[in-house]
């Protein structure tokens, strides 16, 4: 399993961005990478995937406000948060697609 470390989170007021950023020290490029909030200590919800060949899918709420992007020589995935809500308060996590590999993650907090 690749581990990732999480970081770039926050306090932030409502309307605010952020940029989350996942590292490891393994090759990322063949492998598909989710973004992740904490939902139950069972249960991760994903957020966005970013494929292989730098195809994107994204879950409603993170739809026209999220982007995912890689950065394969730096074994770096990024989340770019705008627009940020209260809603979007969470502890956020990376992980290849499937492993459910989990980090410490990286806590945002959206609050005036």
């Known amino acids: 399993q690749v581990q990732f470390v999480e970081s770039g989170g926050g306090l932030v007021q409502p309307g605010g961005s952020l940029r989350l950023s996942c590292t490891t020290s393994e090759s990322i490029e063949k492998y598909t990478i989710g973004w992740y909030r904490h939902h139950s200590e069972d249960y991760r919800a994903w957020v966005a995937f970013i494929g292989s060949d730098d195809s994107t899918s994204y879950q409603w709420f993170a739809r026209e406000r999220f982007i995912i992007s890689r950065d394969n020589a730096k074994n770096t995935v990024y989340l770019q948060m705008n627009s940020l809500k209260p809603d979007d308060t969470d502890v956020y996590y990376c992980?290849?697609?499937?492993?459910?590999?989990w980090g410490q993650g990286t806590q945002v907090t959206v609050s005036s």
């Open positions: 992980s290849v697609a499937g492993e459910n590999a």
